[in-house]
């Protein structure tokens, strides 16, 4: 495989090469790049002196499992939801603005930063309610979410460990802010500027997906509007 085509593969969710999992008892099901690995398990147990439990609620998804996500919304059969996590009703919507209610809060397929095994999802379960499921919307996380405290602390203390949150602050971007995903820099930094148009366009190729047609009618749109930088 060429360098070219095994970067692509990585950076489109289609290999798994790169990977490697999470250590028992944490999770046998998390997989991430093994620095990353390292990177998190140490911050972890910096929380956890602080009296936090962090733990990835996901870590890698490949672009299979990212096809189900979109298409599952796209068909109706998950939640889309606003900003204020109310449900949004599809029906009415042209499929462009379909697809960019879905862009709002979930990547496209082979769009996906969960692709690159830099990319955490982080929650703790101690601080979750009784009975309460996680729902990775922004209330739990902001003033007066279950989550706040854990949020101020990664806020001063991921950096050290080389995470920060890449959908905090994103000038000029249609994305919603995510304060629970955490992203490995030394890594992320350089698989921003090499993913390009082309290996998305080519990782669509012979797949099933909700409004593709659509969605490559507005390829620039996508590009500018929903994917970093
Ligand atoms: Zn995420």
Excluded at 69 to 81: A, D, L, S, T
Excluded at 125 to 147: A, C, N
Aim: overall charge negative.
């Amino acid at each position: 495989m060429s360098h070219f085509a095994h970067l692509s593969a990585i950076l489109t969710g289609k290999s798994r090469e790169h990977l490697t999992p999470l250590p028992n008892p944490l999770s046998n099901k998390h997989f991430l790049q093994a620095p990353v690995v390292k990177a998190f398990l140490e911050m972890q147990q910096a929380a956890k002196t602080t009296g936090f439990n962090l733990q990835p609620a996901s870590t890698y998804r490949d672009f299979e499992r990212q096809a189900l996500i979109w298409n599952g919304k796209f068909k109706g059969e998950r939640k889309v939801h606003d900003d204020q996590g109310n449900p949004v009703d599809l029906q009415p919507l042209n499929t462009w603005q379909k697809c960019q209610a879905i862009l709002r809060w979930s990547a496209v397929a082979g769009a996906s930063r969960h692709h690159w095994g830099t990319e955490i999802d982080i929650f703790d379960p101690d601080l979750l309610p009784q009975g309460q499921s996680l729902m990775l919307e922004p209330w739990e996380y902001q003033t007066g979410g279950y989550f706040q405290q854990l949020t101020n602390w990664l806020l001063v203390n991921s950096e050290r460990f080389g995470f920060y949150f890449p959908f905090m602050e994103c000038e000029g971007k249609k994305i919603g802010q995510e304060p629970w995903h955490l992203s490995y820099f030394p890594l992320s930094d350089q698989y921003e500027r090499l993913f390009t148009a082309e290996m998305l366009q080519n990782a669509w190729e012979n797949e099933e997906l909700g409004g593709k047609d659509c969605l490559i009618a507005h390829f620039d749109e996508l590009f500018r509007d929903y994917l970093l930088p």
